[in-house]
């Protein structure tokens, strides 16, 4: 799964700053907060998907104090104006892609939904195993869209990367070739093109091995899926895995993600695909995060040299703080200070999970902030610049 959202909840309510820590904080530039959902109280978004500018699809969750999962919450943006929806079935969106501003497709409780304005659909599917759980998904039109995750093998019944793709009509199932140095698990996945496809994740030795899980990452050529190796961060001693992708042209994708050590602790890592080669970028954090509990848990991209990857570092004392990087083709480069919050928020508790780009001066980003009672509102950010993502 990736980081975000869960780690959010698993670490609890955000602390807010006192009064003179929030005046002493500088302000990151190119975020605005806008008003967000009317949402139950304790509410956090997750996800965002925009289709075009302006219109867009948000689902988030409704926690008790301590952290505990309530149920889902969703909302739609039209124009400036927030319209509250229905969830699949009171259940919380894991992943969410929005072709046009009335077609949707999301991932919730393991099952695949359609979105349009009557509400959700679910949608059947067939696979050679059993206990199908999908985790990642993408559509390029309402008629050509991918889910990637695991099943069971029903010849020994361990685990096994999952495809799926829809046609307009059904989804279907993809053989793919399974990873030698484990079972494939897949956490997310991207198309530039209808023959330009790459799905990440990891491959896991099995609960009986002492070896520690690689990244995968498979990529399609509008024929066959291939398997590759991205290279692993170095000296983390734990398991290597790719839980983001965004691939904003044929030649390039970009995998922000998170590896997790020997302790259980997050560690924010990048590998980049261009031109046929996986190379480690690094990605750049605060110092003080380097050894406390970090991930990144969302990313968009909408040129091969703009992209900007979200996430969040729990600093202890003091709660989650944001992490904001941008790539520019090259090289990742970090945004400083905290996120800007509304009037009623404490400026330094505001945290990024999920990211929508439509162009290369405008992002719209969700998460949550604390008010001074400790209460936990959702977050709506929107980042307009004169100048593009770099």
């Known amino acids: 799964m990736k980081w975000g959202w869960r780690a959010v909840l698993a670490l609890g309510v955000l602390v807010a700053l006192s009064n003179a820590q929030a005046g002493a904080a500088v302000r990151a530039t190119g975020w605005t907060p806008r008003p967000g959902p009317a949402l139950p109280k304790n509410s956090l978004l997750i996800n965002v998907a925009c289709a075009a500018p302006g219109t867009c699809l948000a689902t988030g969750a409704v926690s008790e104090p301590g952290g505990a999962i309530v149920k889902g919450v969703a909302a739609r943006l039209d124009h400036g104006a927030w319209r509250r929806v229905s969830t699949p079935r009171g259940s919380i969106v894991d ?3 929005c072709s046009r501003p009335t077609s949707c497709e999301a991932i919730a409780a393991g099952k695949l939904y359609h979105w349009s304005p009557r509400g959700w659909l679910k949608q059947t599917y067939a696979t050679p195993g059993a206990d199908a759980r999908p985790e990642g998904i993408t559509c ?8 990637v995750g695991q099943f069971d093998e ?47 994740g990891l491959a896991d030795p099995g609960p009986h091995s002492t070896a520690f899980g690689r990244s995968i990452a498979y990529r399609f050529d509008g024929t066959r899926w291939t398997l ?15 839980t983001l992708v ?49 991930g990144m848990s969302a990313v968009s991209c909408v040129s091969a040299d703009a ?24 090289s990742w480069h970090r945004r400083h200070g905290p996120l800007p ?21 405008t992002c719209l980003a969700v998460g949550e902030y604390a008010t001074p009672t400790g209460v936990t509102v959702p977050l709506v950010e929107e980042r307009q610049v004169a100048a593009n993502l770099r």
Do not use: M
């Open 95 to 97: 992943s969410l892609s």
């Open 154 to 200: 029903p010849s020994d019944g361990f685990p096994a990367a999952l495809i799926l793709r829809f046609d307009g009509r059904r989804w279907r199932y993809q053989p793919i070739p399974e990873p030698r140095s484990g079972n494939g698990h897949l956490y997310d996945v991207s198309c530039s093109s209808a023959d330009a496809c790459t799905a990440v």
């Open 341 to 361: 919050v509304p009037a009623d928020g404490v400026l330094g508790t505001a945290t990024l999970i999920g990211i929508s780009c439509w162009s290369s001066t």
């Open 228 to 242: 590759s190796r991205p290279p692993d961060p170095p000296k983390v001693g734990g398991f290597g895995e790719l």
């Open 140 to 147: 390029l039109t309402s008629s050509d869209c991918l889910a």
């Open 246 to 294: 965004d691939c904003p042209t044929a030649t390039t994708c970009v995998a922000p993600s998170t590896v997790t050590d020997r302790h259980g602790l997050g560690h924010p890592s990048a590998d980049v695909w261009q031109n046929g080669v996986w190379r480690l970028t690094p990605l750049p954090v605060p110092i003080a995060s380097r050894n406390a509990d970090s």
């Open 307 to 330: 992209c900007i990857a979200v996430g969040n570092w729990f600093k202890t004392g003091a709660g989650l703080r944001p992490l904001l990087d941008v790539w520019d083709g090259t």
